[in-house]
Structures are given as C-alpha cells and as structure tokens.
C-alpha cells in the first residue's frame, strides 16, 4: 500500500515537473517570437526610414541637377531662317505686288497686332499663358509615356514651348529635346516678359501658304495687314495654327473651310467666356472669306515693277538687293497695280497674232503681248508703255513686257527705241535745255522712261522731275526713307511755250498763240504753255512699210503717258510694219496709248484726235 502511494506520488511529481519544464519551454518560446517580431518592427522601420532617406536623397539630387541644369542652360539664339526675313513690295495704294526674300516673314512689333488677335491665339493654344510658368507637366508627361512605349508623337506644349521649338532648338521629338525645351521655357518664362515672349511667337509660328509669322500669314490668307485683321480673321488665323497644312486650303477646298469654320466657332466661344471679346461681338462674327489659294506666281507684270523698285530701294539705302531682300522691309512703290494691270491687259488684247492679224491667243508660245506678224518674217513686236506724274517724277505704270518668265529684260527701263521724230520738237533753233534734257534731245535711240521724262516735264511747265518707283521703306513700322522729289528747271516759258504750240498745231488745235518767225523758224511766246487740255504726239523712224518705231506721247498737267513700239528679230531691231494688224504702226500706238490714257481716268480731259501726219520743219 506504501508503495502504491509513493507510486503515485512520484508519478503526480513527474507531471508537475513535466508541466513545469513545458511551460518553461512555451515561456521561453513565447519569448522568443516575441523578441522576433520586435527585431522585425524594428527592421520594417529601419528599412522604411532607409527607402525614405533613399527617396528623399533622390529628390534632393534630381532638385540639385535641376538647378545646376536650369543654371548651365543658356537661352540660344534663334535659328538664322527664323530670323531670315523677306521685303515686301506694295503699291501706292498699299495692294500687294510681291516679296523678295528666302522665306515668307516679316517682323513686327506686338504693339501692331490688334488685341483681339492675341487673344485668338491664346485661346486656340495656350488659355493658361498668361499665368502660366511656360510648361504643361502633363504635356511633357504624355510625351515621355509615347516616347517610352513607341506611341504618337504628342503636342500640347505651351506657347513658350512652342516658341523654344520653333525659333531656339530643332523639331525633334525626344525625351532629352523636350527636357531641354522644358528647361529653356521656364527660363524664358521668368527672364522675358509675357509679350515678348508672344511676340516672339506671333512672329516666327508657321501659319501655312508658306507665311511665318502673323503679318505675312494675314497678307496671304485675307491680303491686309496684321493690324487691320478683324475679330473674325483674327480668330481664323489662330484657327490654322492647329494644322496649318491641312487649313491653308481654307476657301478653295469646302471640307476644310467647314472643318476650320468649325474650329473659328470654338475658338470665339473661349474668347467670349473669357471676356476677350462682348456677346454682342460673338453674336455679330461671321466667319470671313479668304484670298484663293493657291495664290498666282509673281512672274508676269509684276516682276518688272519687283526688279524696278528693288535696284532703287537698295540704293537708297546704300545696301545690295541681296541685303534687301532678307532685310525684313515694306516697300511702298508709286505704282498704280490697277492701271498697270488693265494696261498690261489691253495690250495683250490688242497685239495681233501670228497668223491673223487678229487678237493674240493664250496658247501663243511666243507669250501674250509678243506678235509674230505679217511684217518680217520672225519678228516679234515689243510693246512699252510709261506713265508719270508731272513735276513729282512718280512712275504709275511700267509695262515693260508681256510675261517676265519669257522675257526678264524690261523695254521700258533699259529698251533703246529708235526716236525717229520723237525728239524733233525739242530741236528748234533758239531752244536751249537744261540737263538732263539737254542730253536727251542728242540721244537717236532714248528708253522709253527718257523720252516719257522730256514730255512730262513738257507738262509741269519746265520743271524736270527725276523719275522714282520707291515712295517710301519701312521697317517693323518704322520708316527708314521717305522719297523726296528731286526737280530742277530744265525748260525756260519760252522753250515750253514753244514745244506746246508746235504739238498743239501738229494734232489740228487752232487759234494758237504763238506766231512762227518769218525766217528763222523761231517762235514768238504770247500766252501760257502748259493747255488746259491734254497735248499728243504721234512719231516714229520710217514712215509706210517701212516703219521701224513708232511713239505716242500724251500729257496733262496731271499725267504724261509715253507708248512706244519696236521690234526685234533673234535681238536685231527690224521695222514693225506689217506686225500691227489691219492698223499702221503709228495709228496703232496712238488707239492703244489713247485707251490707256482714257483707263487712267482721262486726268485732264479726253485725248485730242489724232490728226493725218504732217510735215515737220527741220532745224
């Protein structure tokens, strides 16, 4: 029994200590994943506060490299076509001729372009710039994720970014280029003002029909000038900026008028709600109409007047054409284009062709205006015509040739015409001349612009005037030469009195004042010389079928008109009889300058009738 119970005893100890040594065992394993997780916390937070210390670093570093980037980054200078500017020629009523230069653009203060139309822009590209910092980071994001995953290329940049492309760096589409793009346009942003920056961009930004910049995309589209665009065209032009490849067919192609009109429409919807422009300007704009496209060359008539005033304006300015050209200027030209236009139309018109004698066909490869006649057989007959103003010497027409691609000599300036008797009523005994006429009245073949001179001076009374195409230059609305008149006395009361008189006698005027001398052949002056109404003269070398020139000069005290005919055979002068059509030489010169004279507006009264040919008195 004894030892049952100390069987049991011993077996309730072993139990106790088993359990005592378990739970010691379960304590110290307790302990131990305690101790485990605590290192792991303290790792986790380790570990954290280590990717934080990394991140932040990197920050730090990126921030650092971003300064010292922004630092080392210098603004560039523009490209040299951005700045490359054309000239550009315009009539005296300020219509477009042409341009001279290796790109389509002009300059202009930002003072010129009319508020509204740097609100369009804004609109259409950029609606933040004004408070922008230059950059859209969402642009530059969607950019680097099509770079990266080989998507489209993406647009959207700021008009600062855009301005950075378009006249600092070069088009490529890259991550380094638009960092750089990036970096450049922040730096812009907080060293050049808001509208230089703008400026700047509305001078260099391609509009299509091959304008940069804004004065020539206005010329091209609405022929005006940037500062005379409307809300409507303002809105359209910034419009095109869009895809200005697609739009320049604006007017000529109906999709992408009404897909532009479209756009026109958005883009005065933001101007309203922005308060750029009133309701009531909403309401009242209409999308306007463009110039077509695409526009006619410049060769034809209009090259002639180019070349013409481009010799002068460099002169004036003591620089070469080449520096002309690319010099950004306005060029204001005394020439009427519409007169010149409907001059270079009636001639075509009237010169007969090859074969009939009748009016000259389009298809005639010897080009409009040239006749290939009845007279000598190849011959061409050339026609030129020059009109100026008495006593100022601005020229108003200058027709030269039928087509300057054909033929880029110009008659009017440089063709020595035969005189014939042209120059006989300047030639009377007792008449003396000052220069120039002095000189011209030796000349046997004078340009028809000489002879055109001796006439107009004829109508001012004695008072020579120098003969000018270029009435003033301008540039970035500045003018930098104004013409001046140069005039000088050439003829004395008694030679002009003289001349008029004897021309007025020659076209049939009766009841003169002047009475010739009994044996010299003098005249006596009585009365004034210049007539109230025009004064014409008919003359050439050779007469009949053999006549080679033949001239018509009339002039008013408002106008004087010189026509002259020639003609040449492989460059040899030959006679013009027979190339004239069913009409003689001289009585064709005398219709035709006659209804030029009478497409001027007749200034001074109708021509006076040409009378049967007289004889002529010979010193």
């Known amino acids: 029994m004894n030892t049952r119970a100390k069987t049991r005893t011993k077996t309730r100890g072993d139990a106790r200590d088993l359990l005592r040594r378990g739970g010691a065992r379960l304590r110290g394993t307790g302990t ?42 210098p603004i560039p200078e523009p490209h040299p076509e951005t700045v ?52 859209a980071p969402s642009a530059i994001l969607r950019a680097a994720l099509a770079t990266v995953t080989g998507g489209d290329r993406q647009g959207g ?84 900026l869009n895809l200005p490849s697609y739009y320049e067919r604006a007017g000529a192609d109906a999709k992408v008028t009404g897909t532009l009109e479209r756009r026109w429409a958005w883009v005065l919807d933001a101007m309203a709600d922005s308060g750029a422009i009133s309701a009531r300007e909403r309401t009242a704009a209409r999308f306007p109409a463009f110039r077509f496209y695409p526009p006619g060359g410049s060769n034809g008539q209009r090259q002639y007047l180019i070349d013409t005033a481009s010799a002068e304006a460099a002169d004036r300015l003591g620089i070469t054409e080449d520096q002309l050209a690319r010099g950004g200027y306005k060029v204001h030209t005394t020439f009427d284009l519409g007169l010149q236009d409907e001059t270079a139309e009636l001639v075509r018109e009237r010169t007969p062709d090859s074969d009939t004698g009748g009016k000259n066909d389009k298809g005639d490869k010897g080009g409009k205006g040239d006749a290939r006649g009845k007279g000598v057989e190849g011959a061409r007959l050339h026609t030129a015509v020059v009109a100026t103003v008495p006593g100022d010497g601005a020229v108003r027409v200058l027709y030269g040739g039928a087509d300057y691609a054909h033929q880029p000599f110009n008659d009017a300036v440089d063709g020595a015409v035969e005189a014939g008797t042209v120059l006989e009523p300047f030639a009377y005994k007792g008449l003396r001349f000052g220069d120039p006429l002095g000189k ?11 002879l055109n001179s001796a006439y107009a001076t004829l ?14 230059i301008t540039k970035g609305g500045r003018t930098v030469h104004t013409a001046q008149p140069r005039t000088r006395t050439a003829m004395g009361g008694k ?52 006549a080679r020139t033949a001239w018509r000069s009339v002039y008013s005290s408002r106008l004087a008109l010189t026509l002259a005919l020639f003609a040449e055979r492989g460059g040899k002068p030959v006679r013009v009889a027979g190339l004239t059509g069913d ?27 040409q009378p049967e040919p007289t004889s002529v008195p010979v010193p």
Request: with cysteine; glycine share 10%.
């Open 495 to 546: 030679e002009t009195a003289v001349v008029t008189e004897l021309l007025n006698a020659r076209q049939g005027v009766k009841g003169g004042a002047f009475v010739p001398g009994a044996e010299d052949g003098t005249f006596l002056p009585a009365s004034r010389a210049v007539p109230a109404s025009p004064v014409g003269h008919s003359a050439g070398a050779g007469s009949g079928p053999g």
């Open 32 to 73: 131990f994943l305690r101790r485990i997780r605590l290192r792991r916390r303290r790792t986790r937070a380790r570990r954290l506060r280590r990717v934080l210390a990394a991140l932040l670093t990197l920050f730090l570093l990126v921030c650092a490299a971003a300064v010292v980037a922004y630092r080392m980054t």
């Open 459 to 472: 109508a001012a009374d004695g008072t020579y005037a120098a003969p000018y195409t270029v009435a003033k």
């Open 157 to 240: 940049s700021t008009i600062t970014q855009q301005y950075v492309k378009n006249a600092l760096l070069t088009p490529e589409q890259s991550l380094e280029r638009k960092a750089h793009e990036a970096l450049i346009a922040v730096k812009l942003d907080r060293t050049r003002s808001k509208d230089d920056i703008l400026g700047g961009y509305l001078n260099t930004v391609y509009f299509g029909r091959g304008a940069a910049g804004v004065e020539s995309a206005a010329r091209n589209y609405f022929g005006v000038g940037a500062h005379d665009l409307t809300v409507s065209q303002g809105a359209a032009l910034a419009s095109i």
């Open 583 to 609: 009409l003689p030489p001289d009585a064709y010169a005398a219709v035709t300058a006659d209804e030029v004279w009478r497409l001027a507006g007749s200034p001074g009264g109708r021509t006076p009738q």
């Open 440 to 450: 011209l009245v030796e000349e046997t073949a004078p340009t028809p612009l000489r």
């Open 84 to 135: 490359s500017q054309s000239t550009v020629f315009v009539d005296t009523g300020g219509e477009y001729l042409g341009r001279r230069g290796p790109v389509d653009r002009q300059d202009i203060p930002l003072k010129q372009v009319p508020r509204h139309v740097q609100d369009a822009v804004i609109a259409a590209e950029n609606r933040s710039f004004r408070t922008d910092s230059g950059v």
